[in-house]
T-cell receptor, first 112, second 112 residues
Framework: DGGITQSPKYLFRKEGQNVTLSCEQN?????MYWYRQDPGQGLRLIYY???????QKGDIAEGYSVSREKKESFPLTVTSAQKNPTAFYLC???????????FGPGTRLTVL | ELKVEQNPLFLSMQEGKNYTIYCNYS?????LYWYRQDPGKSLESLFV?????AVKQEGRLMASLDTKARLSTLHITAAVHDLSATYFC????????????FGTGTRLQVTL
């Protein structure tokens, strides 16, 4: 089955720790994205990548980092510099040309 | 900067009633997407609207796009409880390749 997987589903972090969220897709999509969603809010773009070894900052990139070493994978690291990281994180992918984004199941991060 | 506004933000309606959700956006775009999100879940793609005057229908939902007015509507016909969810529109602004800007969402609650 083609799709997008994210792991873990739930993640708990202590203040001051870095954590990495996994996102993998087997849809052969060129572009991948990370969004943050806070309760009752819309989605805000953190980072996106349209090609391997290249990525761009979105609207709220501070305190986050990404890598894109493989087409299938786009991990997101939430660093200790992110002041309020508790949120629902969604990964998506698309063909660059057609824009329609398909979403993974999400990771819920809670900082203790 | 592209801004996407939805209204209403919250909608409570009785089963069997009709209603419309509105999505306004601030800059030129010829692609608009509607997504559904159930509580605690990821986003599910509903409609892709690719040109002025486009109309798509699936079951009790119908979406339309007026690029001249920068307006999309999501019309609900004879609502049923299963339609209770949050609905997002998302827009690609011309020239930004694959980057989507999401509206704030409309939380729909259908009561018996």
């Amino acid at each position: 089955d083609g799709g997008i997987t994210q792991s873990p589903k739930y993640l708990f972090r202590k203040e001051g720790q870095n954590v990495t969220l996994s996102c993998e897709q087997n849809l052969n999509h060129d572009a991948m994205y990370w969004y943050r969603q806070d309760p009752g809010q819309g989605l805000r773009l953190i980072y996106y990548s349209q090609i391997v070894n290249d990525f761009q900052k979105g609207d709220i990139a501070e305190g986050y980092s990404v890598s894109r070493e493989k087409k299938e994978s786009f991990p997101l690291t939430v660093t200790s510099a992110q002041k309020n990281p508790t949120a629902f994180y969604l990964c998506a992918s698309s063909q660059v040309r057609y824009n329609e984004q398909f979403f993974g199941p999400g990771t819920r991060l809670t900082v203790l | 900067e592209l801004k996407v506004e939805q209204n209403p933000l919250f909608l409570s309606m009785q089963e069997g009633k009709n209603y419309t959700i509105y999505c306004n956006y601030s800059t030129t775009s010829d692609r608009l997407y509607w997504y559904r999100q159930d509580p605690g879940k990821s986003l599910e793609s509903l409609f892709v609207l690719l040109s002025n005057g486009a109309v798509k229908q699936e079951g009790r939902l119908m979406a339309s796009l007026d690029t001249k007015a920068r307006l999309s509507t999501l019309h609900i016909t004879a609502a049923v409880h299963d339609l209770s969810a949050t609905y997002f529109c998302a827009v690609v602004s011309t020239g930004t390749a694959s980057k989507l800007t999401f509206g704030t969402g409309t939380r729909l609650q259908v009561t018996l």
